[in-house]
Each structure stands twice: as structure tokens, then as C-alpha cells.
């Protein structure tokens, strides 16, 4: 094993986000546009890259891989790649392979999944109206999320809901999620809506601030803040009435760069070390540039040494989105 990939300010990286296509079977209104261009399928890396790729990762001592989109489950051939990245599971060098989904194609993988693994998956769910999945997601049907999760269930896997909190409808429905979440043993998460790409929207009615929807929270559920961290951007209580944490994603209300372990890889092999900024190594160039990892090591550290302190997201009626890269390019 070399040595651990420790940035400037003395953060080690320890997870990897890796992004396997900007495709999606959905368009949820608050990550893309109706209408998307998507990348050339050619300029993607192969499967074969991103196990490359994700590798030189685990040998610099990233413990935790989460494989992400657009939707991870529409990249073809996907399995393949959570079944050579398990190798990495036997030999104890990684401690965790996940997958975020929307779970549309859950209930045909979620075996395979289990097989090579993985052994828990966040799924993206906002509503538990059909009509108003339909309307979030412009295209999708809310039963065969339903069915993904009762597969993923069956397959021995833990599952969380990830839940978008969008002004005007979570408002109503958020005691009920709780519940279905809770009821069904999932861990939640609410997610403030972050002000990536053009979704053809106004983000500022989309915005709810989750300071208010916790107080709204806590009329009906008793929540306790726990010490626990993912060094990432979620804050977690327990719910006293149901055992079960209950997340807050609050990138708009609380910063959350401080303690920060991990990094970003887009489908082309783009490497990100902060979601907010700009700032990115192409490392495509570099697995195609050497047959050895010498230069993609480097350019791995060199991104690692300038990874910025933290980010910078403003929603502002006039200001537009704070990037243009859309979520779907990274995958949140
Ligand atoms: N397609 C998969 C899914 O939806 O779970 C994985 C990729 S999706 C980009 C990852 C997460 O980002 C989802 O939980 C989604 O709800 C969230 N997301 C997308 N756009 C967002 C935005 N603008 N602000 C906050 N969260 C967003
Ligand atoms: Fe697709 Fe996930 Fe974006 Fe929804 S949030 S459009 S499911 S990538």
C-alpha cells in the first residue's frame, strides 16, 4: 500500500465518488433540464478505465467507493464493474462499495449487487404521491421504485432514502416519509437543493432550507443530535419515536468543507476535489497517456495537494446556478 492521500490542510481522502455515465432514465426537476446533451458515449471511460482508475484509488488508501451518476444502473455492464471492484473487498484493502440509484432498475440488479458485496445502497426518493414522482421526475413511476426497494430489501441489503427537500411538497409529505422510511427500517436523509446547472427552473422556489423543515420536524418527532459523521455533509439525529437516524444535507445552511474525506470522478475521468468548485485534473488523459499508474499517481497527488479549503454555493433569485455542471455529472 502507498502512502495515504493527505491534502494541505491536512484532510486525508479516504472515499471516492466515482460517476460511470451523466445518463439518466429520469429528469428530476431540480438536477437536469428537460431537454440534456449528454457526453459522447465515446469520451466516457470503459469499464476497464474505471477499474483502473478506482484501483489506484484503493491503493492510496481510499477505504469506501460509491459508484454513482446520472443512473449508475442504465451504464451497460455495470455489474462487471462491481464485480472485478470486489476483488478489492476479499483482500480487505477496501471496506465498502456502494451505489447511489433511483431505483428504477433496482429490482432487476439488486441480487447482483448483493452478490458482489455491496451490502447497503442509498436510493433517491422523494414522494411517496405517483402523481407527484411523476411530476418530480418528469418520467418516472413510482411502483417501480417500490419494487426496487422490496428487491433490495430481499436481497440482504441496507438500504437509505435520500429525499430532495423541495419547497411546496416536502412540507406535507415529510412526516409520512418518515414513516414509510422508518416503518420499512431505512435510514433518511433530507438533501437542501443545491444550485448546480440549469434545471430550466428557478431555484429559489425550489429551495427549502432544512433549519426550517427540522422545526417543522420536531411538532410531531422527537429528534437528538448524534455525534456520528460520514465526513461528509450530512448531520444526524435519532428519532426517538422510531430507533431510526434521520440525515440533514445542509451544504446552503451549514458548511460542511471542514472535515472533508473524500473526492469526485466524473464519467470521463475528470477529477474533482471539491463538489462547489471548478477545479478538476483530467485523468483520462492520463490512463490513456501510460500503461503503468507512476503518472496517474502523480497527477493524483498533484490534485490532491491543491484541493481547495472548501466551497462557495449561493441561491440567489439573479445570480443563476453557482456552477453550470449539472449533479448528474458527478453525481451529489
Ligand atoms: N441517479 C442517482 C440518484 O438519483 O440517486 C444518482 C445520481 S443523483 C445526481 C445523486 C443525488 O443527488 C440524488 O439523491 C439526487 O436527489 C441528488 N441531487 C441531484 N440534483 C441535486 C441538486 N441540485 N441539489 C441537491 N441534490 C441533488
Ligand atoms: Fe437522474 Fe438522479 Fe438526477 Fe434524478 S437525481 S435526474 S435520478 S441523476
Known amino acids: 500500500m502507498s502512502c495515504a492521500l493527505i491534502d494541505r490542510f491536512g484532510r486525508t481522502v479516504r472515499y471516492l465518488r466515482l460517476s460511470v455515465t451523466d445518463r439518466c432514465d429520469l429528469r428530476c426537476v431540480y438536477c437536469m433540464a428537460e431537454e440534456m446533451t449528454f457526453v459522447p458515449r465515446r469520451d466516457l471511460l470503459s469499464l476497464e478505465e474505471l477499474d483502473r482508475l478506482a484501483s489506484a484509488f484503493v491503493t492510496r488508501g481510499v477505504r469506501k467507493i460509491r459508484i454513482t451518476g446520472g443512473e449508475p444502473l442504465v451504464r451497460k455492464g455495470i455489474l462487471d464493474l462491481f464485480g472485478s471492484l470486489s476483488r478489492h473487498l476479499a483482500t480487505g484493502h477496501l471496506g465498502e462499495l456502494t451505489l447511489t440509484t433511483n431505483g428504477t432498475q433496482l429490482a432487476r440488479h439488486a441480487e447482483a449487487l448483493a452478490a458482489s458485496g455491496v451490502r447497503r445502497v442509498n436510493v433517491s426518493l422523494d414522494t411517496l404521491d405517483p402523481d407527484r414522482y411523476r411530476t418530480i421526475t418528469r418520467r418516472g413511476t413510482l411502483g417501480t421504485v417500490m419494487e426496487g426497494l422490496a428487491a433490495a430489501k430481499a436481497a440482504g441489503l441496507r438500504v437509505k432514502l435520500n429525499t430532495v427537500a423541495m419547497r411546496g411538497m416536502i412540507e406535507e409529505e415529510i412526516d409520512d416519509l418518515i414513516a414509510f422510511a422508518h416503518g420499512g427500517g431505512m435510514d433518511l436523509t433530507l438533501i437542501e437543493t443545491m444550485p448546480l446547472g440549469d434545471v430550466g427552473a428557478d431555484r429559489t422556489d425550489q429551495y427549502l432550507p432544512l433549519t426550517d423543515l427540522r422545526r417543522r420536524i420536531e411538532r410531531r418527532w422527537t429528534l437528538t443530535d448524534t455525534a456520528e459523521t460520514s465526513g461528509g455533509p450530512a448531520r444526524y439525529t435519532r428519532v426517538a419515536e422510531t430507533g431510526c437516524r434521520l440525515g440533514f444535507i445542509t451544504p446552503m445552511t451549514h458548511g460542511f468543507c471542514e472535515g472533508c474525506n473524500r473526492v469526485r ?10 463538489l462547489g468548485q471548478e477545479e478538476r485534473t483530467d485523468l483520462r488523459a492520463v490512463l490513456r ?6 503518472a496517474l499517481q502523480a ?3 498533484r490534485a490532491i495537494d491543491a ?3 472548501g466551497h462557495d454555493f449561493v441561491i440567489d433569485r439573479d ?14
Open 265 to 274: 470522478v466524473g464519467a470521463t475521468g475528470l477529477l474533482y476535489t471539491c
Open 289 to 294: 497517456g501510460s500503461e503503468g499508474d507512476t
Open 299 to 301: 497527477a493524483i497527488d
Open 307 to 309: 484541493k481547495p479549503k
Open 319 to 332: 445570480a443563476g446556478p453557482t456552477l453550470a455542471r449539472h449533479m448528474s455529472a458527478l453525481g451529489g
